[in-house]
């Protein structure tokens, strides 16, 4: 590999611009931002192929101030500035599957910046310090890496679900729906082949839960399958909505949300945002779907689900466009934040902690206005019951019998 930096032979990076997604070079593909011809490897691996043992000489989590570095690494947001000095350096995020940190090469030049890809996997040689308590990258020598050189699983956090299991699930319970106009509906989404191949890959989230490939099918199946046991016992909550509201609810995130190489935004996600997206298409599906029914899908369906999905964050301060107005949109706005809370609570308290933190505390945590407590005082240390006794307090549904729906919206098939 051709290295070039402060020292050593300069070369320029060989990259193509490109707006995103997987860009055509002859009978291979190139990850944006890195002009590198890749084979199916990368997609493979996005879309479920098992993980390799790992190819890399230590992960930025178990790094400390001193240690050197030579590995590769997902580059992001560069940035060329000029010091107090008047001497020009560049700053940018330095990531693997572990953490993200901010790298910084002093005493560069305009073409040192443009050959660093705007998000792309590249090759660093430096070292690593401690400024402001926080770790930070010291580029010495970059370059582009040789093909096969590092595994983009060392690289890009991932699942350790297994999608393909999870896909077949999420169209297993979507397939339960009774209303013959929401079934219609999900046919309509889980029909478009590129939406759904999306859907399995993208994240739910740039950091804050599920932030990895098929995170987002993770998360929406998690509170799915949530969902179908609280629905049980409250029988005047309409499940079919609730479910199907989950499904929608941040479906849009695969247009929102850039993972090719590594997590960014997309203008039209800065612009526009996932939620309002989301309930949009609600609409583009709907034509789909009564085409396909020979009958139209009805517009308070259509309003309802909309409002579902656009109140599923539950205040304006949180991102929501409307306050959840129906019962279902309030079971959605809890099932899922319950979920997305949940996730996050334990990767902060019971997830692998990065070398030299410790204690029974976290930091201060935005999300939760304060830090949360670690250790977990009531392992189990009893043999379990046997599969005919009951849990001690398990609890059982409500013997409140459901009212029968004459509301055609409702209309059971």
């Known amino acids: 590999m051709d290295l070039y930096g402060r020292a050593g032979h300069r070369r320029r990076m060989r990259h193509r611009r490109g707006r995103g997604g997987l860009r055509r070079h002859g009978r291979k593909r190139l990850l944006p931002g890195t002009g590198r011809a890749v084979t199916a490897a990368w997609l493979a691996w996005a879309g479920g192929a098992p993980y390799k043992p790992s190819m890399r000489k230590a992960f930025l989590c178990d790094m400390q101030p001193g240690d050197v570095v030579d590995d590769v690494f997902v580059i992001t947001g560069k940035q060329f500035s000029a010091s107090s000095t008047g001497k020009y350096f560049i700053k940018a995020f330095a990531s693997d599957r572990t953490m993200q940190i901010t790298a910084r090469m002093w005493n560069a030049t305009r073409d040192l910046f443009n050959a660093m890809p705007e998000s792309g996997f590249l ?60 079934a219609a509906l999900m046919r309509a989404y889980l029909a478009d082949a590129n939406l759904m191949e999306n859907f399995r890959k993208a994240p739910a989230a740039m950091s804050f839960h599920h932030a990895y ?36 609810h941040d479906i849009a995130k695969t247009w929102e949300l850039s993972y090719e190489c590594s997590f960014g935004y997309t203008d039209g996600g800065q612009l526009v945002g996932h939620i309002v997206k989301s309930a949009v298409w609600v609409e583009r599906k709907a034509a789909q779907a009564a085409q396909a029914l020979g009958e139209s899908i009805p517009a308070p369906l259509v309003n309802v689900l909309q409002h579902i999905i656009l109140s599923h964050h539950g205040t304006p301060e949180f991102g929501a466009a409307k306050t959840p107005a129906t019962p279902e949109a309030i079971a959605v706005h809890y099932i899922e934040n319950l979920d997305a809370k949940l996730m996050m609570s334990l990767e902060a308290t019971r ?63």
């Open 213 to 248: 490939i098929g995170g987002l099918l993770e998360h929406t199946l998690n509170a799915m399958e949530v969902a179908d046991a609280v629905v049980k016992f409250y029988p005047r909550l309409n499940r079919d909505l609730v479910i199907a509201g989950i499904f929608l």
């Open 351 to 413: 997830g692998n902690l990065p070398v030299g933190v410790e204690g029974n505390w976290t930091e201060y945590l935005k999300a939760f206005g304060g830090r949360l407590y670690r250790p977990d005082v009531a392992q189990a240390d009893l043999p379990e019951p046997e599969p005919s006794q009951p849990a001690a307090g398990k609890m059982t549904p409500s013997p409140e019998s459901a009212p029968k729906l004459n509301n055609p919206l409702f209309e059971v098939r």
């Open 123 to 182: 090759r660093i040689k430096g070292r690593i310090e401690n400024y402001q308590n926080n770790l930070q990258m010291i580029i010495e020598q970059m370059g582009e890496p040789k093909a096969g050189s590092f595994e983009v699983g060392d690289l890009i956090p991932k699942t350790d679900k297994d999608i393909a299991a999870m896909d077949a699930r999420l169209r297993q319970i979507l397939g339960t729906i009774r209303n013959r106009h929401l």
